[in-house]
Nanobody, 122 residues
Framework: QLQLVESGGGLVQPGGSLRLSCAASGLRFDSYAIGWFRQAPGNEREGVSCISSSGRFTNYADSVKGRFTISRDNAKNTVYLQMNSLKPEDTAVYYC???????????????WGQGTQVTVSS
């Protein structure tokens, strides 16, 4: 089994930056793609970014392209989401989860973490 824990959220001003971490424990971290998702109050959970098990392939939602960067350090069992030029619309609880491969299907992900709150406000 694989367990994931998100951290790094907080309150930032528009235009600011945060780096979220998704720390893994358990088995075979380097066998899984890891996705970042977010959910704002009243909204459905949406995919933000995903990185393949090797780190060779990444994808991003159109709303965050050019601002967010996903990366992983398999030696540290950690996936990161660097968030720059943050906007109020980025305010949400951010979650990470695993999948055999990156997929557009939310159902394909599991081992969800507890989430970390990101608030972008003046």
């Amino acid at each position: 089994q694989l367990q994931l824990v998100e951290s790094g959220g907080g309150l930032v001003q528009p235009g600011g930056s945060l780096r979220l971490s998704c720390a893994a424990s358990g088995l075979r971290f380097d066998s899984y793609a890891i996705g970042w998702f977010r959910q704002a109050p009243g909204n459905e959970r949406e995919g933000v970014s995903c990185i393949s098990s090797s780190g060779r392939f990444t994808n991003y939602a159109d709303s965050v392209k050019g601002r967010f960067t996903i990366s992983r350090d398999n030696a540290k069992n950690t996936v990161y989401l660097q968030m720059n030029s943050l906007k109020p619309e980025d305010t949400a609880v951010y979650y990470c989860a695993r999948s055999p491969i990156c997929t557009a299907l939310l159902k394909g992900f599991g081992s969800w973490g507890q989430g970390t709150q990101v608030t972008v406000s003046s």
